[in-house]
């Protein structure tokens, strides 16, 4: 018993040849690979639907965008001279509490 020094790795390694020896094949019966063939094909079909609804999708948003950006660029100018009112407006009031203040 003595005898017999085996190193770290060819214990490693005949533990891995003894694991792939005790794998079993797995045989299915005629019943088992029709369900399987079908549930293969129903996720396909499954997928498939997926796939075509996310391209519609990005496809729609593609467009929405494109007419959003052409609306802002439509609105534009409007929004910023209300912007430049508004903040007249605002720079204005602030200037009349100062002087009220004094």
Known sequence: QNSIVR???SKSTSWKNNLAGTKKAVVLSKH????YTLMQQLNTVR???????SEKRKEKMAEYEKKKTS?????APQKKEERKRKFRMEGLAEK???AKVR
């Open 47 to 53: 997928k498939d639907k997926v796939k075509k609804r």
């Open 96 to 98: 009349g509490k100062k």
């Open 71 to 75: 609306e802002e660029k439509k609105f």
């Open 7 to 9: 190193s770290p790795k």
């Open 32 to 35: 088992e690979k029709k369900v």
